[in-house]
């Protein structure tokens, strides 16, 4: 069975989105679309409907649907929303509605032995934690105060549960991996 694995760039005041949910921010930054920042391709990358439409809306991928099989290559997305979204031509994206506990045989079956990549946003994330499901965390610290937006995670995690892997200079950013431990 694969990793869960919670990837996000935040600011360094713990936005990962600005306040008009875009993460435009992020690509100002000298190196922010470095190859080195992408997440690693995964079995099944996850994520909320807010980040979803913001990539569709970046990639302009409904109307050129190459842009999402360049960015997402053959990864299963899936993507927690209430409502039915437009998928690009040939893209493999699900929607599901429900909490993200119900979700998780589903999710680790489609992956098989390949991680899920959990890629936006906090909220979701947080439902990964308390499902006892998130085994990392790889946070790339932007050297941006945003001041306000979306937070990198809407809730209080103890030091106790967090574990320092690695950290890693890429260009301007700082690149943290934390492994999660869950209560017994």
Known sequence: MGRIVYETATSFDGYIADEHHSLSWLFAVPGGGDPALAPPQAAVQVMGSTTYEWVLAELNALKHPDEWANAFGSTHVVVFTRKQRSVPEGADVRFYAGPVAD??????????????????????????????????????????ALGQGAP????RIESDRL????AQQVGQFARLTYTVSHPV
């Open 103 to 144: 979700a998780l045989p589903t999710l680790r079956k489609a992956a098989g032995d390949g991680d899920i990549w959990v890629v936006g946003g906090g909220h979701l994330a947080t439902q990964f934690l308390d499902a006892a499901a998130l085994d990392e965390m790889v946070l790339t610290v932007a050297p941006v």
């Open 152 to 155: 990198l995670l809407p809730t």
């Open 163 to 166: 574990t320092l892997a690695s």
